[in-house]
T-cell receptor, first 113, second 115 residues
Framework: QKEVEQDPGPLSVPEGAIVSLNCTYSNSAFQYFMWYRQYSRKGPELLMYTYSSGNKEDGRFTAQVDKSSKYISLFIRDSQPSDSATYLCAMSPRSGGYQKVTFGTGTKLQVIP | NAGVTQTPKFRILKIGQSMTLQCTQDMNHNYMYWYRQDPGMGLKLIYYSVGAGITDKGEVPNGYNVSRSTTEDFPLRLELAAPSQTSVYFC??????????????FGSGTRLTVV
């Protein structure tokens, strides 16, 4: 079993739709949860990060963590064609010093105008 | 602020050739990393460095070498290139010395094909 599982998609939605992207994980030591966005032929860029359980909102993006279920989600409201990218979840045990970050394989999202 | 700069952007190598992928960051980050990204496989850590003069192996180090003589530079050396090293290579840096994790800053990648 992989430490982090992520549906590769592709996920195709019409403009304006609400998008839900998800990851499951098996390592209960993970405390920090991140979402990266990667445009085609570019490097990943950090979109959001959260610590432990709960929600975090930033504009049209909401990150949720449910540690009891080992499940994290990224919601995109009012999706735009510019949101078309691959979204990678990532997680690590704690901050401070070097911590191994484990990445999901990414979900490819296409928002159709 | 340039962030993380990788060169070259593209390269085709013949089997058995060697090359160095360059990576420079201007954010004074302590930590630097090399990843490879293959379709459907996610990001795999090759090597990382926690500071100048200190490097360590990641998940997939075989066939690669690194050095870190300065804070800014973290080159990745491929010796005796093999088709299995065909991939997209990303360099990243981070500053995890503070309490709050801020994630990695990635370069734009090097697309390497070994034929």
């Amino acid at each position: 079993q992989k430490e982090v599982e992520q549906d590769p998609g592709p996920l195709s939605v019409p403009e304006g739709a609400i998008v839900s992207l998800n990851c499951t994980y098996s390592n209960s030591a993970f405390q920090y949860f991140m979402w990266y966005r990667q445009y085609s032929r570019k490097g990943p860029e950090l979109l959001m990060y959260t610590y432990s359980s709960g929600n975090k909102e930033d504009g049209r993006f909401t990150a949720q963590v449910d540690k009891s279920s080992k499940y994290i989600s990224l919601f995109i409201r009012d999706s735009q064609p510019s949101d078309s990218a691959t979204y990678l979840c990532a997680m690590s045990p704690r901050s401070g010093g070097y911590q191994k970050v484990t990445f999901g394989t990414g979900t490819k999202l296409q928002v159709i105008p | 602020n340039a962030g993380v700069t990788q060169t070259p952007k593209f390269r085709i190598l013949k089997i058995g050739q060697s090359m160095t992928l360059q990576c420079t960051q201007d954010m004074n980050h302590n930590y630097m990393y090399w990843y490879r990204q293959d379709p459907g496989m996610g990001l795999k850590l090759i090597y990382y460095s926690v500071g100048a003069g200190i490097t360590d192996k990641g998940e997939v180090p075989n066939g690669y070498n690194v050095s870190r003589s300065t804070t800014e530079d973290f080159p990745l050396r491929l010796e005796l290139a093999a088709p299995s090293q065909t991939s997209v290579y990303f360099c990243a840096s981070s500053d995890l010395s503070r309490e709050t994790i801020e994630g990695y800053t990635f370069g734009s990648g090097t697309r390497l094909t070994v034929v």
